[in-house]
Nanobody, 124 residues
Framework: QVQLVESGGGLVQPGDSLTLSCEAS????????MGWFRQAPGKEREFVSA????????YYTESVKGRFTITRDNVQDTVTLQMDSLKPEDTAVYYC?????????????????WGQGTQVTVSS
């Protein structure tokens, strides 16, 4: 089974940028679609973005389109979420996840492995 570790979270001000990274071990990421989810206090886990095995297509939830960019490096076994123009409503714990589907999915139950999460706080 693949193991995932996220990094890159932190406290930033509105309008700032952050780059989240997800590193895989145990198995190569080549045969997994990858997704990012987030969970704010008191809310359900929410789909943010997904990327297929080979990097295209990619998917985004409506609220982050044009601000977030997901990429992957199948040689380094990493997935990155570039987050620009951050807003207070982006505050959440962000999770990286691996799916055996080709294109990924917005549904958490389609993912077979999860990281431990990294906190992103956007506040002035």
């Amino acid at each position: 089974q693949v193991q995932l570790v996220e990094s890159g979270g932190g406290l930033v001000q509105p309008g700032d940028s952050l780059t989240l990274s997800c590193e895989a071990s145990g198995r190569p990421l080549t045969n997994y679609a990858m997704g990012w989810f987030r969970q704010a206090p008191g809310k359900e886990r929410e789909f943010v973005s997904a990327i297929s095995w080979h990097g295209s297509p990619t998917y985004y939830t409506e609220s982050v389109k044009g601000r977030f960019t997901i990429t992957r490096d199948n040689v380094q076994d990493t997935v990155t979420l570039q987050m620009d123009s951050l807003k207070p409503e982006d505050t959440a714990v962000y999770y990286c996840a691996a799916s055996e589907l080709y294109s990924g999915s917005p549904r958490p139950h389609d993912y077979v492995a999860w990281g431990q999460g990294t906190q992103v706080t956007v506040s002035s």
